[in-house]
Nanobody, 126 residues
C-alpha cells in the first residue's frame, strides 16, 4: 500500500515536501511517482522515478520547481515543491507501476498503475 502525506496550505512562492511511504510492494523493479488533480480536472502525472536506477520523468510545468527523490531504505519517495503557484492547488496522489518506466507511469502509457495511495491536499494561496 501507499501512504501519502505532507500537503497543506502555503502561500504563492512557498514550498512543501510531500512524502509517500510504500509497503508490501510485490516487486523490486517499479516506478513510483506523483500525480496532481486540480479541482474539476483530470489527474495528471507530475514527477516519477525508477526504484532501480533513479531515472526520473517530470512534467514540463514543474521542471525547475519540483524535485522527486527516493529513499530505498525507507521505501519512501519525496516530492519537493518550490516556488508554488495557485495552479498547483489540488490533490496529490502517489502511484506505483510495476516493471514500468517513470515516463510510462507519469504519461499513463501501457497498463494502468498497479497501486494508488490516498490523496494529500495542497492549497496555494495567491
Amino acid at each position: 500500500q501507499l501512504q501519502a502525506f505532507g500537503g497543506g496550505l502555503v502561500q504563492f512562492g512557498g514550498s512543501l515536501r510531500l512524502s509517500c511511504a510504500a509497503s508490501g510492494i510485490a516487486a523490486d523493479d517499479y516506478s513510483i511517482g506523483w500525480f496532481h488533480q486540480a479541482p474539476g480536472k483530470e489527474r495528471l502525472g507530475v514527477s516519477c522515478i525508477s526504484s532501480s536506477d533513479g531515472s526520473t520523468y517530470g512534467a514540463g510545468s514543474v521542471k525547475g520547481r519540483f524535485t522527486i527523490s527516493r529513499d530505498n531504505v525507507k521505501n519512501t519517495v519525496y516530492l519537493q515543491m518550490n516556488n508554488l503557484k495557485p495552479e498547483d492547488t489540488g490533490d496529490y496522489y502517489c502511484a506505483i507501476k510495476l516493471f514500468g518506466t517513470p515516463e510510462a507511469l507519469c504519461m499513463g502509457l501501457g497498463p494502468a498503475a498497479d497501486y494508488w495511495g490516498q490523496g494529500t491536499l495542497v492549497t496555494v494561496s495567491s
